[in-house]
């Protein structure tokens, strides 16, 4: 299974990113139990959970500093998942990492839940 990120960028505060997940080697169904998260990890900080979604029902889950800013979506179909990143502010600066897990994880934040990961995708926010 090989995951590939995208879209990150240069952006002034306030303005929009959409992140994409192309994953190989996995077909993903309404009856897949499995769950994208979004994570990112800022210069001498540790990686932190941003977002997930179930690939099944499309459950949704996000970090309270990106609730309401970000959303999370995922295209069965096409074998991806997108992170709609708005209002984005200098703390939102990371590199962006998208990663699938190989079954319903207890918890979707915690990075050990997950088996494949993508390289990452920078964002920089301006002020």
């Known amino acids: 299974v090989q995951l590939q990120a995208s879209g990150g960028g240069l952006v002034q505060a306030g303005g929009s990113l959409r992140l994409s997940c192309a994953v190989s080697?996995?077909?993903?169904?309404?009856?897949?139990?499995?769950?994208m998260g979004w994570f990112r990890q800022a210069p001498g900080k540790e990686r932190e959970f941003v977002a997930a979604i179930s690939w099944s029902i499309g459950n949704t889950w996000y970090a309270d500093s990106v609730k309401g800013r970000f959303t999370v979506s995922r295209d069965n179909a096409k074998n991806t998942a997108s992170l709609q990143l708005n209002n984005l502010k200098p703390e939102d600066t990371a590199v962006h990492y998208c990663?699938?897990?190989?079954?319903?994880?207890?918890?979707?934040?915690?990075?050990?839940?997950?088996?494949?990961w993508g390289q990452g995708t920078e964002v920089t926010v301006s002020s």
């Open positions: 990663a699938s897990t190989s079954y319903y994880p207890t918890n979707y934040a915690y990075t050990g839940e997950y088996d494949y």
């Open positions: 080697g996995r077909t993903f169904s309404r009856f897949s139990s499995y769950v």
